[in-house]
């Protein structure tokens, strides 16, 4: 009985502090920097996750056209396998190479992590990629930067890099 009888006279004084404090003082907040991020929540950019919805969509259709659609001219692609490949020409070579040979049936799965939005045109996309039903499952994280040009979303710099069995 006193416990209670303590938290209903700590509550009573809390709320008393509370009601003498102005109406107009300023709240405290966090200054903003790299070293100090503010923990608000951030949206996530529905155009930016259609891009990630586009990207499987072509892969899993084998459209190799589609898929180098969404990059930038001058991309660059640091493939699976460690191949550095720049340009659309060059990574739309790529896919079509690996549509006929091993990627031949298989399909992608994203999941798609953090975004870090750099500026209001840069951004910054983690996650995690599984590829089935080809010759061999392929599971791996991912790191794409993408711009947006002409109001659209594009991949600048995608890397790939697949998870490795830990030698025994």
């Known amino acids: 009985m006193k416990a209670v009888l303590g938290v209903l006279i700590a509550l009573q004084m809390a709320t ?9 003082t ?15 929540a951030q949206k996530s950019d529905p155009a930016l996750e259609q891009l990630a919805r586009t990207y499987e969509t072509a892969f899993n259709k084998g459209d ?9 001219a001058d991309a660059l692609r640091l493939t699976p396998m ?16 690996n549509f006929a040979g091993p990627s031949k049936g298989t399909k992608l799965q994203l ?9 209001a045109d840069v951004a910054l996309i983690e996650g995690t990629y ?14 794409n930067t993408v711009v947006k040009q002409a109001g659209q979303w594009r991949l ?8 490795q069995t830990p030698a025994r």
């Open 130 to 143: 599984e590829v089935t039903g080809g010759t061999a499952q392929v599971k791996g994280r991912y790191l």
């Open 82 to 97: 460690g191949q550095l490949l720049t340009g659309r020409a060059a990574i739309e070579q790529d896919y079509l190479t």
């Open 64 to 72: 190799a056209k589609a898929l180098t659609a969404l990059y930038a």
């Open 26 to 40: 300023p709240s405290v907040t966090p200054p903003r920097s790299p070293t100090y991020p503010t923990p608000v």
């Open 16 to 24: 008393s502090v509370l009601a003498q404090t102005p109406a107009g």
């Open 156 to 163: 600048v710099s995608v890397v790939a890099v697949p998870d």
């Open 111 to 119: 999941h798609p992590g953090k975004t870090q939005t750099v500026t």
